[in-house]
């Protein structure tokens, strides 16, 4: 007989949290309910996984953005992000408070048409416009922000053929000490692209120069940055106005703004280091102060995208299995992975229990349904023990997921609006084989 070798066993040692220079790591608290709304009903309602928005958030964010952009400018305007998130529902929200919609391309024009948008209440943003795009906004009335010199011509002669004069905004890249610069978007300002391309303007004649725009980047945490970025656009201004006698009504300092997520490479949480949009707003208006006095002052606009809409996301879901890593992880599977959740590949996504738990947390690795070793949800972190049926909330969520999401190998999930007396509706269905279907045809020679 052949006796099998001794195997010693392993044993782990559980590490509960460790104290740090600041304090004790932050205690996990369960988030059972969203606006008042059991998650555990809203599962059973509509499924898992789920998206969950508070439409009370959404206004409350939006309200905070303009009130703090109220008090310090006489004229100014928030331009909802499409493609931060489209759905009809959300953007309605947008729009009942005030917001005009930002779009960047011809999909999300039509797409801010068909749910009623003015046209006059339209930025259409992008480096991408076609002829056919240029014509609709024009006819509309929107505001377009041209990109390079051969979209400058294209929307001469478009507007030519038209008989029209419309008024337009030059996007303007500029560099800012401490952010990465964005600087594939509009015209150069360092390099005298900017001023040229307002000549051409004013020599074409056809399109009237009306407001420079610019968006120094995303999730821009530094408020410096964009007190930069505001007195460089006035100092530009002040230049157009006193060299070629161009006055502008606008000034759009675009998005950018920092959600309270937390990015892969960022030690402290974003919780902790995020400016509040009240901060943003202080040192746009300290940049722009370096405007000339004198005339009308321009209005502003924000095109800001995740700083409002993050916070009001939610992504439940429902632990499939727990397992043990060789390395000695543990490890959850959860119903959605990084198809749903592509902003996994940016943050740490903040995530707690949906019910009350117990015991011992240890490090864990979530991961999703994809069959992909790169569907990682979170890859490192503290958690208490969870079992087969539990449900998660990832929160801060609402930026650009139900935007980027994809369709790979399962449905993409509902997603559901929470309304500000706790009432949810569906505001878009989850996805089903006919949907995955419906686009596809067999060549007559395979039926
Ligand atoms: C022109 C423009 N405006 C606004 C935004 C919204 O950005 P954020 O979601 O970072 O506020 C973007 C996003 O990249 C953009 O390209």
Same mark, same amino acid.
């Given at each position: 007989?052949?006796?099998p070798r001794?195997?010693?066993?392993t044993?782990?040692r559980?590490?509960?949290?460790?104290?740090?220079?600041?304090?004790?790591?932050?205690?996990?608290?369960?988030l $059972?309910?969203?606006d008042?709304?059991p998650?555990?009903?809203?599962v059973?309602?509509?499924?898992?996984?789920?998206?969950?928005?508070?439409?009370?958030t959404?206004?409350?964010r939006?309200h905070e953005?303009?009130d703090?952009?109220?008090?310090?400018f006489?004229r100014?305007?928030?331009?909802?992000?499409?493609?931060?998130n489209y759905?009809?529902?959300?953007c309605?929200?947008?729009?009942?408070?005030?917001?005009w919609a930002?779009?960047?391309?011809?999909?999300e024009f039509?797409?801010?048409r068909?749910?009623?948008v003015?046209?006059? #209440?339209?930025?259409?943003?992008?480096?991408?416009?076609?002829? $056919?795009?240029?014509?609709?906004?024009?006819?509309a009335?929107?505001?377009?922000h041209?990109?390079?010199f051969d979209?400058?011509?294209?929307?001469?002669r478009?507007a030519e053929?038209?008989?029209?004069h419309p008024k337009?905004t030059?996007?303007?890249?500029?560099?800012?000490?401490?952010?990465p610069? /964005?600087?594939?978007?509009?015209f150069?300002?360092?390099?005298?692209q900017?001023?040229?391309?307002?000549k051409?303007?004013?020599?074409?004649?056809r399109l009237?120069?009306a407001?420079?725009?610019?968006?120094i980047g995303t999730?821009? #945490?530094?408020?410096?940055?964009?007190?930069q970025?505001?007195?460089?656009?006035?100092?530009?201004?002040n230049?157009l106005?006193?060299?070629? !006698?161009v006055?502008?009504?606008?000034i759009d300092l675009? !998005?950018?703004?920092? *959600?309270?997520?937390?990015?892969?490479?960022?030690?402290?949480?974003g919780d902790q280091?995020?400016?509040?949009?009240?901060?943003?707003?202080e040192a746009?208006?300290e940049?722009?102060?370096?405007l000339?006095a004198?005339?009308?002052?321009p209005?502003?606009?924000?095109?800001s !995208?995740?700083?409002?809409?993050?916070?009001?996301?939610?992504l439940?879901t429902?632990v499939?299995?727990?397992?043990?890593l060789?390395d000695?992880r543990?490890?959850l599977v959860l119903?959605a992975?990084?198809?749903?959740?592509?902003?996994?590949? /940016?943050? %740490?996504?903040?995530?707690?229990?949906?019910?009350?738990?117990a015991?011992m947390?240890?490090p864990?690795?979530m991961y999703?349904?994809?069959?992909?070793?790169?569907?990682?949800?979170?890859?490192?972190?503290l958690f208490?023990?969870?079992a087969p049926?539990?449900?998660?909330?990832f %929160?801060?969520?609402?930026?650009?997921?139900?935007?980027q999401?994809?369709?790979?190998?399962v449905?993409?999930?509902a997603v559901v609006?929470?309304s500000?007396?706790?009432?949810?509706?569906v505001?878009?269905?989850?996805?089903s084989?006919?949907t995955l279907v *419906?686009?596809?045809?067999?060549p007559?020679?395979l039926?």
């Open positions: 007989m052949i006796r001794y195997e010693r066993p044993l782990i559980h590490v509960a949290g460790m104290m740090n220079k600041y304090a004790r790591v932050g205690a996990l608290k369960p $059972s309910h969203v008042g709304v998650v555990a009903r809203l059973e309602q509509f499924g898992s996984p789920l998206f969950v928005f508070s439409e009370r959404i206004v409350q939006q953005l303009k703090a952009l109220a008090l310090r006489p100014s305007q928030l331009a909802w992000s499409y493609k931060t759905l009809d529902a959300v309605r929200v947008f729009h009942r408070e005030g917001s930002e779009v960047v391309s011809e999909l039509d797409k801010a068909r749910l009623g003015p046209g006059e #209440q339209i930025l259409f943003n992008g480096p991408f416009k076609p002829e $056919s795009a240029l014509d609709k906004a024009f006819s009335g929107a505001r377009v041209l990109d390079h979209e400058i011509l294209r929307a001469e478009v053929r038209r008989g029209l337009v030059m996007r303007v890249n500029l560099a800012v000490p401490g952010t610069a /964005w600087s594939r978007f509009g150069n300002l360092e390099n005298g900017a001023l040229d391309a307002a051409r303007l004013r020599a074409g004649g009237e120069l407001g420079l725009h610019c968006h999730f821009v #945490q530094d408020v410096d940055s964009y007190r970025e505001a007195k460089k656009l006035a100092l530009l201004a230049q106005q006193r060299e070629l !006698g006055r502008v009504d606008t675009g !998005g950018g703004l920092a *959600s309270r997520n937390t990015l892969h490479a960022q030690y402290l949480p280091v995020t400016p509040s949009l009240a901060q943003y707003v746009i208006a940049g722009l102060e370096a000339d004198g005339a009308a002052p209005t502003i606009v924000l095109e !995208g995740r700083a409002l809409i993050d916070e009001a996301g939610f439940v429902t499939h299995a727990t397992k043990r060789p000695g543990r490890a119903d992975g990084v198809n749903a959740l592509v902003t996994a590949n /940016w943050y %740490k996504h903040d995530v707690v229990p949906a019910q009350d738990f015991g947390p240890e864990t690795v999703g349904p994809l069959c992909m070793n790169i569907d990682v949800l979170r890859d490192q972190l208490p023990p969870v049926g539990d449900r998660l909330v %929160k801060n969520v609402g930026a650009y997921n139900v935007t999401w994809m369709q790979f190998i449905e993409r999930p609006l929470v500000r007396s706790g009432e949810p509706a505001i878009r269905r989850r996805e084989l006919d *419906s686009q596809e045809e067999l007559p020679w039926r």
